[in-house]
Structures are given as C-alpha cells and as structure tokens.
C-alpha cells in the first residue's frame, strides 16, 4: 500500500535553493566505482535547514531542546493540511474558520509549493507565518506547524519573531515541504529528522496518506484482499 503514501520532502542535490546565508549545498563522489574504487561513496556537504527540515528549540533558544529530543508523535501522527489563499502572508483572520484545536499537527499549503520549488533561486516573497498568526498558533496549542517554504518566518519580516514565539511555546517546526500534490484534508503524517545531537536543525523526509473516507474504503479492499489470500499463504 505503499502507493497510498506522498512525498512531500524536497529532492537534495548540489546547488539547490538555501536559505541565502546558509550553506550551499554540495554532494560529491569521494569514492567511484567509475574511477576504479571499490564502492561509491559521497561526502555531503549541507547546512542543518537544508530543503525539507525541522527546526529544533535550540535553533532560536540559546538552552532550548536540540533535535534529537524531538518526540516522535510531534511528526508522526494525524495532521491537517490548510489551504492559506493569502498571497503574502498568513493571518489569524484567515485561520480562525480552520477550528484549530490543542494538540493538531497544521501544514500550510501555500502558493510557495507551486511557485517557489521549480528552481535553484532563492525566492524572497514567500508566503509565511505572520506574528500574530504565530501567537494564534500558539493561544490555539497546536502540536506542530508545517510551512511550504525554508522558513515559518519572512525574510524581511516577522523571521526572527515567527520563530521565537513559535519555539518558545515548545512547537516543533517542519519546513522546507512541498504540498503542490496535496489537498487539503486529513491525513496520516510521518516525518522523520536526522538524529543528529544537539542539533538545531536537521534534514527529515515527510509523507503523508490521506485518511478518512478513502482510508475505510481502502481497509474493506485490504480486508478482502486478506480473506482471498489466506489459502495461499
Ligand atoms: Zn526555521
């Protein structure tokens, strides 16, 4: 049922989109078998808020939690993808009719997962979390916030603020997705970050499975599939 599952990390290779201060990305083969070697091997050379990532506590808190004190149910788990229509910026307005509830893990689809990952440039009008929004997320105690570009924050406004208010209040942060293939709706989510220590950030890959009605319809399919399959087990 693997078909079921989409991907909605970013592929990684040399010289992809980064934050502009950030390292460049660059994946080179130290060992080839085209050249001789035994094995091909590669040496990968990425900042922690590469492509699809989290950002742990301690990337915006000197004493905060790295990455690797992730809990695993804060990106594993039911979450909701919400379609932001703002084209700038997302608002506590246009949140509120969403019925955010404590303990939700939100991704936003924004107009970023079409427009922003067709290229290598970096794109500085991406559509983010405003403060205010941020402080809505908050007050609402959202598990875990998803955003379809490499940062929560704008690059002009709200980048730091976004951040600190969003990780001071213990939400943990995927961003770097891309939700171009995705409706929104209910879904399964697993997202999994490199185990790095003391991290304040980490690379993950995400995926999500619809749930709900589609889900029953498949488990009765499934269950067939069972009953037919018992003789030739
Ligand atoms: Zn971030």
């Given at each position: 049922?693997?078909?079921?599952?989409?991907?909605?990390?970013?592929?990684?290779?040399?010289?992809?989109?980064?934050?502009?201060?950030?390292?460049?990305?660059?994946?080179?083969?130290?060992?080839?078998?085209?050249?001789?070697?035994?094995?091909?091997?590669?040496?990968?050379?990425?900042?922690?808020?590469?492509?699809?990532?989290?950002?742990?506590?301690?990337?915006?808190?000197?004493?905060?939690?790295?990455?690797?004190?992730?809990?695993?149910?804060?990106?594993?788990?039911?979450?909701?993808?919400?379609?932001?229509?703002?084209?700038?910026?997302?608002?506590?307005?246009?949140?509120?009719?969403?019925?955010?509830?404590?303990?939700?893990?939100?991704?936003?689809?924004?107009?970023?997962?079409?427009?922003?990952?067709?290229?290598?440039?970096?794109?500085?009008?991406?559509?983010?979390?405003?403060?205010?929004a941020a402080r809505?997320?908050?007050?609402?105690?959202?598990?875990?916030?998803?955003?379809?570009?490499?940062?929560?924050g704008g690059d002009?406004?709200?980048?730091?603020?976004?951040?600190?208010?969003?990780?001071?209040?213990?939400?943990?942060?995927?961003?770097?997705?891309?939700?171009?293939?995705?409706?929104?709706?209910?879904?399964?989510?697993?997202?999994?970050?490199?185990?790095?220590?003391?991290?304040?950030?980490?690379?993950?890959?995400?995926?999500?499975?619809?749930?709900?009605?589609?889900?029953?319809?498949?488990?009765?399919?499934?269950?067939?599939?069972?009953?037919?399959?018992?003789?030739?087990?």
């Amino acid at each position: 049922m693997t078909a079921d599952w989409i991907d909605i990390s970013v592929p990684i290779y040399s010289g992809m989109v980064h934050w502009p201060d950030n390292p460049a990305v660059r994946i080179e083969r130290i060992q080839d078998l085209s050249r001789g070697d035994a094995a091909n091997v590669s040496r990968l050379e990425l900042g922690a808020h590469t492509g699809t990532h989290m950002d742990a506590p301690r990337h915006f808190l000197a004493d905060g939690a790295g990455l690797d004190e992730l809990p695993l149910d804060a990106a594993i788990g039911p979450a909701r993808v919400i379609r932001i229509a703002h084209p700038q910026v997302i608002l506590p307005e246009e949140l509120e009719a969403h019925r955010l509830r404590a303990g939700e893990r939100v991704l936003f689809r924004t107009r970023n997962s079409g427009r922003c990952w067709g290229n290598d440039r970096f794109v500085e009008d991406f559509v983010y979390i405003g403060a205010a929004a941020a402080r809505f997320l908050v007050q609402r105690q959202v598990r875990t916030v998803g955003i379809d570009y490499l940062s929560v924050g704008g690059d002009v406004h709200d980048g730091v603020e976004t951040h600190q208010i969003l990780l001071g209040a213990g939400i943990w942060l995927i961003e770097g997705l891309n939700l171009d293939a995705v409706e929104p709706g209910a879904y399964e989510l697993v997202c999994l970050p490199l185990r790095v220590v003391g991290a304040d950030g980490a690379p993950a890959r995400a995926i999500l499975r619809p749930r709900g009605r589609r889900e029953s319809r498949q488990s009765k399919v499934r269950g067939r599939e069972g009953q037919h399959g018992k003789g030739r087990r």
